[in-house]
């Protein structure tokens, strides 16, 4: 089924779901980024990537924490920071050089927009590296619920808008080993800049309401909805 539609002036829509099936989005063309990817490990190597960032408008950024299986094990700290252009993401390790105070600069900016899914719960954690107030930045849940989707998570309103599917099958990896794998690294560079093509896109959305949305949900249906897919989120 196309994922667009001609509206009565012959103008292309884009159709999109309130919801869409998790089993069915398996099912789409895989999208990973294919950029450049920079590790960053080092502070030289982090004073060099700010100063690049510095001079973007809009920038994707995403977090990574080693996962905790125990109960009795102390909650792990934000271990990789992820911020993308269009063309090149770095990856952060601040597990090695911590969040010292360019990065945190670039974070407190207003000269750049940064965009993310569920960014306040990044914020909070990278507050717990060191504490500062994020500059200017925008939620794609938000954004995602603006134009009439309530799912959540990254992987369904990515698939909502692009009919592309993200695979999370590193999620759950080691973020703190010695060294990253290839599929850790393009699997954390995608998510960041995946976030940027649903800001550019949600957002031409919002600006020229070239989209149609399905029979949305009942007012009920609406609340019990963004409750679970919240609820996943959090897991």
């Not at 590790?39 to 905790?68: C, F, H, Q, W």
Request: with cysteine; proline share 3%; charged share 25%.
């Amino acid at each position: 089924m196309s994922m667009q539609k001609m509206n009565y002036k012959g103008i292309r829509m884009l159709v999109l779901s309130p919801q869409v099936d998790k089993l069915k989005i398996t099912g789409y063309p895989r999208i990973l980024f294919t950029g450049k990817i920079e590790t960053i490990s080092t502070i030289p190597e982090m004073e060099k990537a700010v100063r690049y960032l510095g001079e973007e408008k809009v920038l994707g950024i995403d977090t990574e924490t080693k996962p905790n299986f125990s109960k009795t094990v102390y909650k792990h700290k934000v271990a990789l920071l992820q911020i993308s252009t269009n063309d090149i993401c770095f990856l952060f390790r601040l597990n090695y050089i911590g969040l010292p105070q360019p990065l945190t600069d670039l974070l407190c900016s207003d000269r750049q927009l940064k965009v993310g899914l569920s960014l306040q719960n990044d914020i909070l954690m990278l507050n717990e590296r060191s504490h500062f107030k994020m500059g200017k930045w925008v939620d794609l849940q938000r954004m995602a619920r603006d134009v009439g989707i309530v799912d959540q998570s990254l992987q369904k309103i990515y698939a909502n808008v692009f009919h592309r599917y993200i695979s999370k099958s590193q999620r759950l990896t080691n973020w703190e080993r010695d060294v990253l794998t290839d599929a850790q690294k393009r699997y954390a560079a995608t998510d960041a800049w995946a976030c940027l093509n649903l800001y550019n896109k949600l957002y031409k959305l919002k600006t020229t309401h070239d989209y149609i949305l399905k029979t949305p949900l009942s007012p009920h249906k609406l609340i019990d909805s963004f409750v679970k897919d919240f609820l996943n989120t959090q897991r």
